[in-house]
Every structure is written in structure tokens, then in C-alpha cells.
């Protein structure tokens, strides 16, 4: 993994910086109904670039953001994982999120990823503690949450609304 644009991989996932051409195919995941059913809605395609463009500025200013998920085999743009900065309840957390195509639902892919980057943001990060926010009635990515070692902490107000935080630390 010789290329600078690429953080991590797995086995079978290569997780990059996003580029602004990867719009058409991250809209195919935010801009899709059911994808997006655990959000207020799907995003247009202004939005996407809008999306896009906060993980480069995060990047930047953080030196991470969520990173786009490609196959090793085919090289394909399967979804996104990685680190943001969140403010929940007045406190600054680094919150492990995902998205995954939805023809590649069922596969694995958000716990594989997730799990390179949980891996990735205790090692080389260095964070002692993430989270994830997770609708109640978004089950899915609460079992993600779970096979990566993450529980409920608590209930809490994000965004308007009402979100599951899932919590790891390290035990440091």
C-alpha cells in the first residue's frame, strides 16, 4: 500500500481519502431513501459535495474524516468509515461512523471496516475512547457498534434527534 491516499485496509477493503469525483457514487449511498431512512432524509447532490467537501476540510484540520471503502479486488466505491469530531451534550467525542452502498448490504462491510478503523484510531490515533451515534430503531448499525466492541452508554438529543451512544475505550 504504496499510495498516499490510502489509510487502511483489510482483507478485502481499501479505505482512501474521498476525492470530489467520488460525488456520483457517494450519492448513490446518501442520496438513496432507504439507505438514508435513519436520517432526515436523503441528501441531494449539493449536498453530497457539501459532504465531500467537510471530510477534506476535516482532513486538513483534524487529520482524519471518514474515508471512502473500496475493494482491494475490484478497486469498486462501496461506502465510507472513519473518525469525526462530534460536540454531543456539550463534550467533544471522536465518533467512529459508516455508510455502505446498499447493494452491499449483509456482506460485512461496515463491521470490517469499522473494525480497521477502531483498530486504527487507538493505535495510530491515539484516541482512549470512541462512540458511535446510532438511531434506536437503526438496528443494523447498532450490531455493527456491538461486533466492534462497542455498548450503550446512554440515550441523548442529536441532530433533533434521539440517538443511542455506543462507547469503546481503551481501559487507559
Known sequence: MTDPEFILESARLRLRLYRPEDACDLEKILGDPQTMSYYPGPFTRAQVD???????????????????????????????????????????????????????????????????????????????????LVRPVNKPSGRVAEKIGMSVEKEVQYANLLHFVYALETGV
Open 50 to 132: 457539501a459532504w465531500i467537501a467537510d471530510q477534506l476540510e476535516r482532513y486538513e484540520r483534524d487529520g482524519f474524516g471518514l474515508w471512502a471503502i473500496t475493494s482491494k479486488l475490484t478497486g469498486e466505491f462501496l461506502g465510507n468509515c472513519g473518525p469525526a469530531m462530534r460536540v454531543v451534550e456539550g463534550h467533544a467525542e471522536a465518533e467512529l461512523g459508516w455508510h455502505v452502498n446498499r447493494a452491499h448490504w449483509n456482506r460485512g462491510i461496515a463491521t470490517e471496516a469499522a473494525t480497521v478503523c477502531r483498530d486504527h484510531c487507538f493505535g495510530e490515533l491515539g484516541f482512549d475512547r470512541l462512540i458511535s
